[in-house]
């Protein structure tokens, strides 16, 4: 069953989106704050995310880049803004597709079955190699060489290094590294960040620190090409 996450807080629309949804057999979770749902949004899985432009607290946008940096959950904006140039800020800032208010369920249900159909076939093509310099992960079998060497990384390491190259050419705080890689309901020093680092480092046996994780004064960590 597609699990589809909605965002937004009027219950007219709310409703009519859950209808239509419901009936084509896709199970809906439905939260009225953005905050919320982006806690969600980074615990769980979702094949899909319908967000309310106009009932958020912060730009959408902001929040379609929120997701975008963990996640590739395709998403579908709803608003009664008829601005061209909002609509393309909202799609180039991550979202996949967006619906104007006042809209027909089928319209909905139609434009979500249209994505789910290429996220299906895309997901059949996931990339499972990545490489960063001389670094190449293989995460069918969650194996990292460097130079054609296979390192040995506890499972945390492995999982830090491998966030890191994903996301490659973008600052990722500790928050952000804590909150994907040692997961949100864990409770630990924010400075177990900065100590793992230093162990991938010291794995990763480069002469200059920097040389593949940059440390970006008082806002984070990334792996610039």
Known sequence: MKQVLVIKNERSLAKKIVSGLTQEGYFILKLHN???????????????????????????????????LV?????????????????????QAGADDYIRKPFAKEELVARVQAILRRSDCNQQKEINFFQFKDLFVDASSNIVKKGGENLSLTKREYDLLVFLIKNKNTILSREMLLNQVWGYNVVVNPNVVDLYIGYVRKKLKCEKKDRYIQTIHGRGYSMID
Do not use: F
Not at 51 to 62: F, K, Q, R, T
């Open 34 to 68: 953005e905050n919320e749902g982006l806690n969600i949004i980074y615990e769980q899985d979702w094949d899909i995310i319908i967000l309310d432009w106009d009932s958020l607290s912060i730009s959408g946008p902001e929040i379609c880049r929120q997701i975008r």
């Open 71 to 91: 996640k590739t959950t395709p998403i579908i904006i709803v608003t009664d803004n008829v601005s061209s140039k909002d609509c393309v800020a909202g799609l």
